[in-house]
């Protein structure tokens, strides 16, 4: 009788722990969701709402330099857009420089953060100078560059050349678009440096000694080892850099001026704001641009990375 008795006295206890457990994680995670809630906010309140009156603008017809002749456009600034062909040429120019900065960054972050992950004498001294490129203000990496590396007469590139008999090249009219990309490699490859060492630095140790101890030399384990664990790494470092690049401006109006193929979709906006004085139409091109930049970074995180995969590159 006591044994019967105790039965349902068990369970109803068990169901009572477990409700009390249930409510305890209900209100753990509705303290967690309140301490979103400020920095969503504000996430909001920056981003979003400056986004809302970009459209809004878009949908307008003006020119600052007929400020009474302002009105409803409906869809004709975005029709405006798809037919110039300054679009199609900017977006073209877009994908080549960020495409091709975001691949070698990636590409020699990488392999800086395989020496930097080794013990050496002067490691952290080495790893504080990589950083540094990342830390320079765009504006004024453009400046060092244009004028101290890439001059025609003074720069240290042609120094460089001369030394070994090559004339000097007028690095910025002839080969724009390489000194673009030049450039925003030497600026974002720390950034790539610093997200792959990190992962490089989360290995588990354990794997790496027994694939040793199996015989696996340097090239297979870090084929079959290091860059299956590196993938995710490697998707955050691309799909961050190519919404930072694809957003550039500095060093296109500073060296450039959009020349050579380098007028890319944000230096398009300048000229179309600042220049030609079409609000609504540079609006437009905003618009448009955060679209390519969704497309892109959806791109890079679905089929960019598809040889990379758990069980390794042999594949």
């Known amino acids: 009788m006591t044994v019967l008795m105790s039965a349902p006295t068990t369970r109803r206890r068990a169901r009572s722990a477990g409700s009390a457990a249930k409510q305890s994680r209900r209100s753990s995670l509705a303290v967690s969701r309140a301490m979103l809630w400020p920095a969503l906010a504000t996430s909001i309140v920056l981003t979003q709402i400056p986004f809302v009156v970009t459209i809004f603008y878009s949908l307008q017809n003006w020119n600052l330099l007929r400020p009474g002749d302002r009105g409803f456009a409906g869809l004709d600034n975005y029709v405006s857009v798809l037919r110039d062909g300054s679009f199609l040429s900017s977006l073209g120019a877009t994908v080549a420089v960020t495409g091709s900065s975001v691949v070698l960054s990636t590409v020699l972050g990488l392999l800086f953060a395989v020496l930097l992950d080794r013990n050496f ?106 860059l299956p664990h590196l993938r995710q790494y490697v998707e955050i470092a691309v799909l961050l850099a190519s919404i930072m690049l694809l957003q550039v401006f500095d060093p296109i109006a500073i060296m450039t001026r959009g020349t050579g193929g380098t007028k890319t979709l944000s230096y398009l906006l300048y000229e179309r704001a600042f220049v030609g004085l079409e609000v609504g139409e540079a609006a437009a091109y905003g618009v448009m641009t955060v679209l390519v930049t969704i497309v892109v970074a959806t791109v890079a995180l679905r089929t960019l990375f598809k040889v990379f995969s758990t069980e390794g590159l042999g594949r």
């Open 121 to 226: 004498r002067g490691r952290g001294l080495a790893r504080t100078l990589m950083i540094t490129p990342f830390l320079v203000m765009p504006a004024a990496a453009a400046l060092v560059w244009k004028w101290s590396i890439l001059d025609a007469t003074t720069g240290m590139a042609n120094w460089a050349l001369g030394l070994v008999g090559i004339p000097p090249v007028a690095w910025n009219t002839d080969v724009p678009i390489v000194t673009i990309i030049a450039v925003l490699t030497w600026q974002y490859t720390p950034f790539a440096m610093l997200i792959l060492l990190a992962g490089l630095q989360a290995q588990n140790k354990d794997v790496l000694e027994a694939a040793a101890v199996d015989g696996a030399g340097p090239l297979r384990t870090f084929g079959w080892i290091t």
